[in-house]
């Protein structure tokens, strides 16, 4: 399979006409492999991304760029800050060709293409102890800190999330942004599917919380809209909620040295800077 791939110290740059997928196999698994030995150079405490290609959704941009290409690529260059978004300008590779994807990371300090237009839904979660290890847990703590559901305003897309995180033991931000995302933004959706008592049960289970307050949650209205964002998945759940609207990222974690975790969350409306 054709690509191109390219690295000078501080950026990684791919291009090809496949968007990497999850678990490649043959000469798209080879083109990630190259891609992992050029990002596991990559030092530094922060990293941003960003995918160009073809409008549209279906796909989550964490997913491609950080999930499908395997984290532990990012342990040297993910540990304060990391962001990532979606972009939609012609990808020209070095070499003069035209491909249909280009994935890029740099540890560069780069502006961002989105800027927000409104202060949005703005949130602190937070609890005791380690990290949250699932999306259901952050599902759960969102909806604990989230006390002013009424006075939020409906969200559309494209949307830009903020997450400010603060704990005692730094984590591998690539690792956790996943079920970060999907939880607090399944939280700000109300539950649209048909599998609402098995789906209660599962959470509550999941939560340690009571039945009826997992389905009070479910239920409640919120900024994103109606949707399926989870359902029964084996004997667990597979979190779903619609954050392919996500067009810009941005994580970053500072040190506490109290045993606590907490997580400031910001969530705009966003639109490309027209400075850019």
Known sequence: MDFELTSDGLNVDLW???????????EVRAMRDALRVELRRLGGGSITAWLCGPAGSGFDIENVLF????????TG???????????????????GNSWTWHHHYTTADVRSAWRYRFEGVELRLGGRGPLPATAAAFWAA???????????PSLTSPLLL????RSARQPNLTEIVKRTTDGVCSALHSYSGSAAEEVALRAASATAVSVALAQEWLQRPGPL???TFVWPFGANLQWSPNDDRLVAVELSWEHSAAEDWSLDVG??????????
């Open 16 to 26: 090809s006409n496949v968007r990497l997928p999850f678990e490649p196999k043959g």
């Open 67 to 74: 999930y499908n290409v395997g984290c532990s690529a990012f």
């Open 77 to 95: 260059c993910a540990r304060r800050r990391l962001r990532f978004e979606r972009r939609r300008e012609p990808s020209i590779a070095p070499s």
């Open 142 to 152: 969102t909806q604990r800190a989230d006390t002013v559901r009424a006075e939020q």
């Open 162 to 165: 903020r997450l400010g995180l």
């Open 225 to 227: 809209g109606p949707r």
């Open 267 to 276: 969530l705009h409306e966003a639109e490309l800077d027209p400075a850019l």
